[in-house]
């Protein structure tokens, strides 16, 4: 399972019920609806994820969550 | 003899969408009638720059190559040095470089096959001490026998100040040693090695001029009076008795929201300091409201999702102006949509630069919506043989004393400069640290521009839209000086509040 970032891109009201459907017969799951209707934190499976961005149907954006790092600025040693 | 201008091709897009509604932004849909096209053969533009004082010179010459109809993007050719210029005078847009996409093969010459380690067969012992003696626990200390492969060896003192560390070889190319807070670090190059190794490390004096007070005094700046709102997304900040935090949130999943105070690594509260601090030292902007938004948990990275809703939160929030040290190499759709979400609510996001020695410019300060801050230092503003010793590269600038850091990322995205070499800050449980990076010049541009812009009520007044971000971002074109690194470097220089800046270029 991987975690995915939806994103609306349309102009009119978002169908979440649409949207939910979907996910629900991918096996996926909403993790984080607070920026909901503009936005989401979905977990689906990897081979799930071509179907659900068709089935979307442009609509929403998808995009994978990655994680951004404290800069640091420390030399490091390379490991072997 | 004139230096050639090396000419680029870039992409004009209105903040969002693809084409430009007059109702939206008028100024800007002007300006891409200005531009169009009609029989799509090249044309050459002469624009106006925004400078003071004014010069009959200031003009910017844009070839503009295509476009998508009169609202559409616009595909132009324009000098690299003169791109900072034509940014801050045209705000309101998307600035993209134009990119041309390859076949998705897998170049063999991108595979990198490392070196084995050396066998280790020297144990050195070090004892990392305050000046009378006595032990720093918690120190790093990195040994680098062959610096350019990166081997050597690394450890972290015990609580008398001692690591004992198995090398290669008795000769270093060269040994950092990195203390969390309350001392200035240490660097040497070409160390011969005994089997024990005592380093007195110099402890941070709070009246030390850095490379932060040197440019700004900041312990004569009057408190800003306005009110001005800076969101940091950070690593939360505080508690310090030098920083007053007006709220915010703790964005990161499963963790208490309220809890927005920094989760130990004391990154953001350092960035918080250079902005705000008010007591034992100042900030640049002692005065502005500071809003914590925590995106990062103990040890380990933000997610793209949490900075959303944190740059979500600070549109909610009303702030002015959001501070994000931080970045990556991937360019990131999500955050750019809530970037421009910000920019659409009358807020400017500053980012950094990122400390990869030079390399492109990291997301999302390249994103042209963004400010991106490279990192500068100045000679003599940290102690002899401190880790910032080891930063000093070239470009000078006019000022020979005044260099762009080895660490800082660069590149035509570049807005602005600022010091981002040995600056005092405050650290968890009321210390202060010594910390270097984009991720410090980042804040003292926040800082110094809610400065500029506690200074300009009027534009602070402007109900929260588009409008109001390309107002800012005029203002601050009108409060910025060159130090003569070059554009790709320093974008269109720094920013300044008052006259003392002038005579140290």
């Known amino acids: ?18 949207m939910t459907a979907i996910l629900d017969a991918h096996k996926g799951h909403m993790i984080d609806g607070s920026l909901l209707p503009a936005s989401a934190l979905i977990e689906i499976d990897d081979a799930a994820f071509e179907p659900v961005r068709k089935e979307l149907d442009g609509d929403w954006s998808i995009v994978p969550e990655f994680s951004y790092h404290v800069p640091d600025l420390k030399k490091k040693i390379k490991k072997s | 003899m004139k230096k ?3 000419l680029e091709n870039y992409i004009l897009l209105p903040v969002s969408k693809a084409f430009i509604n007059s109702k939206d932004n008028p100024e800007v849909a002007d300006f891409f009638n200005k531009l169009n096209v009609p029989d799509k053969r090249p044309a050459l533009i002469n624009l106006s720059v925004r400078n003071k004082p004014q010069t009959p010179t200031d003009e910017i010459l844009v070839e503009v190559l295509d476009s998508i109809q009169a609202k559409g993007a616009k595909l132009i050719k324009i000098s690299r040095e003169e791109l900072p210029n034509f940014r801050f ?42 000046l009378k003696g006595e032990g720093i626990p918690g120190v790093t200390v990195v040994v680098f026998t062959d610096f350019p492969a990166g081997h050597g060896s690394t450890g972290i003192t015990d609580n008398k100040g001692i690591v004992h560390l198995k090398v290669n070889k008795d000769k270093a190319d060269s040994i950092y040693i990195y203390p969390d807070h309350s001392f200035w670090g240490y660097f040497k190059k070409n160390v011969k090695m005994t089997a024990e190794i005592n380093i007195k490390l110099q402890p941070i004096a709070l009246n030390y001029k850095d490379g932060l007070r040197y440019f700004y005094n900041t312990s004569a700046l009057p408190p800003i009076k306005s009110k001005v709102k800076i969101g940091i997304i950070d690593t939360g900040v505080g508690p310090h008795k030098d920083l007053r935090i007006s709220g915010g949130k703790n964005l990161v999943r499963g963790e208490d929201e309220l809890d927005f105070y920094d989760n130990g690594e004391g990154h953001g509260t350092h960035v918080a300091g250079i902005i705000g601090a008010s007591g034992s030292i100042n900030g640049v902007a002692a005065g502005v409201e500071i809003m914590s938004y925590k995106v990062f948990p103990k040890g380990e990275g933000a997610s793209n999702f949490d900075i959303m809703k944190a740059i979500n939160q600070a549109i909610a929030d009303e702030c002015d102006l959001i501070n994000m040290s931080l970045g990556e190499t991937l360019d990131d759709e999500a955050i750019t949509s809530y970037i421009n979400e910000a920019y659409n609510a009358g807020m400017l996001c500053f980012a950094a630069n990122g400390n990869d020695n030079r390399s492109p410019v990291s997301f999302p300060a390249a994103y042209s919506l963004s400010i991106a801050i490279s990192a500068m230092g100045r000679k003599g503003t940290f102690p002899e043989n401190s880790i910032q010793s080891g930063t000093i590269l070239p470009p000078y600038g006019t000022d020979k004393n005044n260099f762009i850091a080895d660490f800082s990322n660069i590149g035509p995205e570049t807005d602005l400069t600022a010091p981002g070499v040995g600056i005092i800050s405050t650290y968890p449980d009321d210390k202060y640290a010594v910390m270097d990076g984009t991720s410090m010049a980042c804040p003292a541009a926040a800082g110094i521009a809610a400065r500029i812009f506690a200074a300009n009520p009027d534009v602070l007044k402007l109900p929260r839209n588009q409008t109001r971000s390309d107002e800012m971002v005029k203002i601050l074109s009108m409060n910025i000086k060159l130090f003569g690194f070059g554009a790709n470097f320093e974008g269109k220089g720094m920013l300044y509040y008052n006259d003392e800046l002038h005579s140290k270029i």
């Open chain 2, 89 to 130: 005078s045209y705000p309101g847009l998307r600035i993209i470089p134009e990119k041309f996409y390859r076949p998705a093969i897998c170049s063999k010459e991108r595979i990198v096959v490392q070196t084995k380690y050396s066998r280790s067969s020297f144990q050195v012992t070090f004892s990392i001490t305050d």
């Open chain 2, 4 to 6: 050639k201008k090396s």
């Open chain 1, 1 to 18: 399972m991987t975690n995915f970032i939806l994103k609306y891109k349309g102009a009119e009201k978002p169908d979440l019920n649409k």
